[in-house]
């Protein structure tokens, strides 16, 4: 156990970083628009932001192991595309689609973890090689058509909302506090940490290394699928490039969140908060203006700088 | 002949001594050993082969010259890439943003050749700005040791935006026809094919001979101990990233003067493919491994492959699957095979 304490106040101080980083943009944004601090706006971006958290939150267990899955917007796109074709070419019951979709984005899960466990491909090298795969398999399956005209109860699960919040934040909020719990409080989640930061150690302590990665990728197959859902039913369409660029946002707000890229330090809180960062400065940029490609530079320049103020803490710390 | 074999014999450096002298007193190797050397590029080159055997059966067409021609002359670009990104993975690192890079660094050159500028500066400032920003992102990593996965992960997502943001999605046209370098053409073969030859030489040549090119496998396989012996390690790996970003600069001019105009995107998954030739091409991703010949190999057997599926009639909506599942396939041979020789 004792290999497996971290040094809490070294965690406390990344993500103490994040809360004031957190709190200096909600004052900015909100005085710079008054539309931003309206209970409107901000369930709706936890409506927004719902799909790429998913993802994140199985990206954090990915990178507490060493490994990372870039093959995760495919899946996206994979799934996205199997469910709308399920349902309208091959005449499958939605309820149904939806069970065969997650399962697809299951598989994929486990090829990935089959190739990396079984076979001893780099992670980074297999979910590479299976991001093109699994878009090609996508663009395959649709053969570029769109899939609409979804009924009105399966629009209702990501338009809705239950009790005046997005049905989608419940869900979010649900998974977060399993993923918090199984890292924190169970034998899986200490094997996590102990495979993350030194394989050969955990090996000898008699933790099944593999069965540990395997379950991990399956597991960010099945969370990208449901994520997968959530989008198509909150935007009403299906198309085989859904989820392009995901996996980017979704390890950047895993790495703002303080988890090591190298694996073995890292908690949920931090990547929740990763993620609230990041939404928040999407929606400052989206209320000032800016389209969404200088997004996607504003995501890499606060990728790059996080990992800049948190590398010279740690310095200045040894 | 053994002077001159020498230093691309001497396939892992660290074996032979470091102290440069090591170049000259490479101890004769039987011609048994020496096949078993190139062991893994004979592999390439017979996949190769029998890729042109068996579809040219298929479909005569693929064996025309001109298409050979095109096919090697189109594709040389990414063995270019791939040169540089072997010498970034030799010394135990990565750059994920390489294909935004080529992206950017076309635009400019494009740029620049239609408001006018000589076509030299057209061709060498983009190469400037390609070593400079890696070198930027070498001194991210070697000194401020940013993971380089994510310094440029960061870095394609800034290049990737600003390229879109800039250009607004337009394409460029009207180049003048002095900048299309990559159409030139000397005793009939394609400049971009001599290029990539002499350019993989003398990569090769360099980072098997000389010191500072061993110094890049010092790093990689053991930055520690490289650095123990007195080898500067942070320099290094800044090389090594501005030389890679020199070639990405080389290889955006090649695919930037390709055709009459330059898109505003890259080619999807441009990074995969280059990445994935220095890797088949036996580069080790956990560094300190690997020879610059069998990445340009790997280049040429990806562009066969792609070509191919054009002339098997593969559909183009299963286009990147198939070659998504083909680049898998090599990968997972490649590892199950290098580890029965170990």
């Known amino acids: 156990m004792s290999t497996l304490s971290i040094d809490p106040r070294r965690l406390l101080r990344h993500e103490t970083v994040l809360v004031f980083l957190l709190a200096i ?3 900015v944004l909100s005085v710079q628009s008054e539309h931003f601090f309206t209970a409107d706006n901000l369930l709706n971006q936890g409506r927004l932001m719902t799909e790429v958290s998913l993802i994140a939150l199985a990206m954090t267990f990915v990178i507490l192991t060493g490994g990372i899955d870039l093959s995760v917007g495919s899946i996206f796109g994979l799934v996205a595309i199997s469910l709308g074709v399920l349902w309208q070419s091959l005449g499958l019951p939605l309820p149904m689609a939806m069970i065969v979709a997650v399962m697809i984005g299951g598989a994929a899960g486990l090829l990935n973890g089959l190739i990396i466990t079984r076979f001893g491909v780099p992670p980074l090298i297999t979910t590479l090689a299976t991001l093109m795969l699994y878009r090609g398999l996508a663009e395959g399956i649709s053969q570029g058509r769109s899939v609409r005209g979804y009924p009105d109860w399966f629009l209702q699960l990501a338009q809705g909302e239950l009790l005046h919040v997005p049905n989608q934040f419940w869900l979010l909020c649900i998974c977060a506090v399993a993923a918090a719990v199984i890292l924190g409080c169970t034998a899986f989640g200490r094997a996590i940490y102990a495979t993350g930061a030194n394989k050969t150690a955990a090996w000898f302590s008699g933790i099944d290394i593999r069965r540990t990665q395997l379950w991990i990728y399956i597991a960010s197959g099945l969370l990208t699928a449901m994520a997968a859902i959530i989008f ?27 988890a090591s890229i190298f694996g073995g330090h890292g908690t949920v809180i931090g990547t929740v908060l990763g993620l609230a960062l990041m939404q928040a400065l999407k929606n400052g940029l989206a209320l000032a203006g800016v389209r969404g490609d200088g997004t996607i530079i504003v995501i890499g320049l606060v990728l790059i700088a996080t990992s800049l103020i948190s590398n010279s803490f740690n310095r200045g710390k040894s | 002949m053994s002077n001159d074999a020498a230093p691309i014999l001497a396939r892992n450096p660290l074996t032979t001594e470091l102290a440069g002298a090591a170049v000259t007193s490479t101890p004769m190797v039987s011609l048994r050993a020496q096949i078993g050397q190139w062991r893994h590029e004979f592999i390439l080159l017979g996949a190769i082969a029998a890729l042109f055997i068996v579809v040219g059966a298929v479909n005569p067409m693929f064996l025309n010259s001109a298409n050979v021609t095109n096919l090697f002359a189109g594709n040389a670009y990414i063995a270019i890439a791939a040169i540089g990104m072997s010498m970034v993975i030799i010394c135990g690192h990565i750059d994920v943003s390489v294909g935004a890079l080529i992206g950017v660094l076309a635009m400019v050159s ?16 983009p190469i400037m700005i390609g070593v400079s920003i890696s070198a930027f992102v070498g001194a991210l990593v070697a000194y401020v040791r940013i993971p380089s996965i994510v310094v440029t992960l960061g870095m394609f997502s800034i290049l990737k935006g600003g390229l879109i943001t800039v250009t607004g999605g337009m394409w460029l046209s009207g180049l003048p026809a002095d900048f299309l370098i990559a159409q030139y053409r000397f005793f009939g073969i394609p400049s971009t094919v001599w290029l990539m030859f002499v350019l993989t030489m003398l990569a090769a040549m360099w980072l098997h001979g000389s010191f500072s090119g061993r110094t890049f496998y010092a790093v990689g396989s053991n930055a520690e101990a490289a650095q123990v012996i007195g080898i500067r390690t942070a320099p290094t790996v800044v090389l090594a990233f501005a030389m890679h970003g020199g070639f990405a600069g080389i290889a955006a001019v090649l695919f930037a003067t390709q055709m009459q105009v330059i898109q505003s995107t890259v080619p999807a998954g441009l990074e995969l493919t280059i990445i994935a030739a220095s890797v088949v091409g036996g580069v080790s991703i956990l560094g300190g491994r690997g020879f610059i010949v ?39 041979a490649d590892i199950t095979q290098r580890r029965q020789v170990r």
């Open chain 1, 232 to 258: 198509v039913s909150r935007v009403s369409t299906t198309r085989s490039d859904m989820g392009t660029g995901m996996e980017l946002e979704a390890i950047t707000a895993v790495v703002l969140g303080g």
């Open chain 1, 25 to 27: 943009a909600l004052l």
């Open chain 2, 294 to 332: 069998g990445s340009t190999l790997a280049a040429i057997l990806f562009a066969i492959i792609n070509s191919s599926l054009i002339f098997l009639n593969v559909s183009a909506y299963w286009l990147r699957a198939v070659q998504g599942l083909l680049i898998l396939v090599v990968v997972l």
């Open chain 2, 110 to 125: 494009g740029s620049l050749a239609v408001n006018g500028y000589s076509p030299w500066l057209a061709w060498l400032i």
